[in-house]
């Protein structure tokens, strides 16, 4: 379908601002893209409430703890935060967490990993497996079914599908029994068809994600190999959910992961938010039907394992 008209109309006023901030040399920053992101929460609705959130640290790794039905034994989500590996929070995402809580009425968990270029590849990866290994037995003081489960946007999305490249090499072990990933990145190598169609004017360019990468890598790094899009893949691998985004420029790569995973025999499927772009769960005030749409998706997939044929 067509760009969705909020998006269509949010655009029309971005990109000639984008287009005079680089004409007039602006050069981006860690504190500026890190700005840029919280700057999105301004398209949020209020926060919903949760009957108890805590901050507290699993393994030295600071995490928020969201648990929606105190003393009632329920699944636990562990919530990868995007941003490109170098901007993004526990405060930016708390909104996001919140709804996930409150939909799946599942405990989730939040993690703050160390972000680039300050900490770079794979400091935030594997800090975020340390968190996850250490899941089952953390949450002592919680009621929980010791099912975990896992949700991840955009670069966080790729510390998730990185987490079960790794499990697939023999690398690594995970709990995770169902997974979905949002608009995930997956192709550090940049090669996919849509990141030359949609990598200018659609919110998320190409010039953005590429700056993006050489903060994240150090020089020298075989981004080819860290890109879960190019496997390998098993069966083995978690039920997995891939939501994304019709006007994004990492949608290709995002049908090359599942294309490969699926022919490798794991359980994965495909949903395209239809006239959405990157990022798009943030706008909730501008697109509310397809933000209730998401967390419903997300919750039928985590509960049931099912997922709608389409977006509409």
């Keep these: 379908m067509s760009l969705h008209p909020a998006f269509r109309a949010y655009l029309d006023e971005l990109n000639p601002l984008v287009d005079q901030a680089a004409a007039s040399g602006f050069v981006p920053t860690p504190e500026s893209a890190r700005a840029a992101l919280a700057g999105l929460n301004q398209f949020a609705a209020a926060p919903i409430e949760v009957a108890d959130v805590s901050d507290r640290e699993i393994d030295g790794v600071p995490v928020r703890v969201y648990v929606p039905t105190p003393g009632v034994p329920s699944d636990v989500v562990y919530f990868i935060h995007g941003g490109g590996h170098m901007a993004g929070d526990l405060d930016v995402y708390d909104f996001q967490c919140r709804r996930v809580a409150a939909a799946t009425r599942m405990v989730v968990v939040s993690v703050d990993y160390a972000r680039a270029p300050e900490a770079p590849y794979p400091c935030g990866l594997e800090e975020a497996y340390r968190v996850l290994r250490a899941l089952p037995?953390?949450?002592?003081?919680?009621?929980?079914?010791?099912?975990?489960?896992?949700?991840?946007?955009?670069?966080?999305?790729?510390?998730?599908?990185?987490?079960?490249?790794?499990?697939?090499?023999?690398?690594?072990?995970?709990?995770?029994?169902?997974?979905?990933?949002?608009?995930?990145?997956?192709?550090?190598?940049?090669?996919?068809?849509?990141?030359?169609?949609?990598?200018?004017?659609?919110?998320?360019?190409?010039?953005?994600?590429?700056?993006?990468?050489?903060?994240?890598?150090?020089?020298?790094?075989d981004r080819a190999a860290a890109s879960p899009a190019l496997g390998p893949f098993d069966a083995a691998m978690p039920e997995t959910l891939v939501i994304a985004a019709e006007y994004d420029p990492l949608l290709s790569e995002a049908e090359t992961y599942v294309e490969r995973a699926a022919g490798a025999g794991a359980p994965v499927r495909l949903l395209i938010a239809s006239g959405m772009i990157h990022a798009f769960a943030f706008f909730e005030t501008m697109i509310p039907e397809d933000i209730e749409r998401l967390f419903s998706v997300i919750t039928g997939y985590l509960r049931e394992g099912e997922a709608p044929a389409d977006w509409a």
């Design 137 to 221: 037995t953390a949450l002592g003081d919680v009621a929980t079914t010791g099912r975990i489960h896992a949700v991840a946007d955009s670069g966080g999305g790729a510390k998730l599908a990185s987490i079960a490249q790794r499990v697939a090499r023999g690398e690594w072990e995970s709990p995770i029994d169902r997974q979905v990933l949002i608009y995930p990145s997956l192709d550090y190598t940049m090669s996919g068809p849509s990141m030359e169609r949609l990598g200018r004017g659609y919110f998320l360019s190409a010039e953005r994600v590429a700056w993006y990468f050489d903060n994240y890598f150090p020089e020298g790094t």
